[in-house]
């Protein structure tokens, strides 16, 4: 028996009560096959290669719905620690957007969600995901080209700065970097480019 007909066969009933799922789970796999085993003809009965094909089908579509569940879930975990943006249902059951970083993740009966302030965010409503590590660095470095810039320009012009209580005023001789930050020469001063409150 051909197991197509049997597929239009319950297409055409269910379509009567409900949409038709066109993403065929293992249940529906199953009770497909068991109906085609049911009604078929007993004067043609299906061959072992057919029968064997098939559970090679159903393996393989129980193989790639648990590669999904697996690849959905990892990355989820992947979004911890990153900044989200998503949609979630009020009490009201109106869509709300919700923004934020991912503290944890949930998972329920193969479904991930996000936790964001003590919100839950389905994984597939999630809109944006905006790596929090690399806009850091990357202010960082923004901050520190900005510092460079300042110091360079300062580099023989007289400045006045302030050190606590302590007031300097002097000519910029040249630039030097100390564990990183760059320090100004000012005769026997090493300013940084925040100490400096005039330049002439």
Excluded: C, H, W
């Amino acid at each position: 028996m051909d197991i197509s007909s049997v597929t239009s066969a319950m297409v055409y009933s269910s379509n009567r009560t409900k949409e038709y799922n066109s993403n065929l789970d293992k249940d529906a796999f199953l009770n497909l096959l068991v109906t085609q085993l049911r009604y078929q003809n007993p004067l043609e009965p299906m061959k072992d290669t057919e029968f064997i094909s098939q559970m090679a089908q159903f393996t393989s579509l129980e193989q790639a719905k648990n590669t999904n569940k697996i690849t959905k879930i990892n990355a989820a975990y992947n979004m911890v620690g990153k900044f989200v943006i998503g949609t979630i249902k009020d009490e009201s059951g109106n869509l709300k957007e919700v923004a934020g970083i991912v503290d944890s993740v949930r998972v329920e009966k193969d479904e991930a969600y996000l936790v964001v302030d003590s919100k839950e965010i389905p994984y597939e409503a999630v809109n944006e995901v905006t790596d929090i590590i690399n806009n850091v660095e990357q202010y960082r470095l923004t901050i520190q080209n900005m510092r460079f810039n300042m110091a360079y320009n300062m580099l023989g012009r007289e400045i006045k700065a302030k050190i606590g209580d302590k007031e300097i005023t002097g000519i910029v001789e040249g630039i030097r970097s100390v564990d990183g930050m760059l320090k100004l020469i000012v005769g026997e001063y090493q300013l940084t480019v925040d100490d400096v409150y005039e330049i002439k």
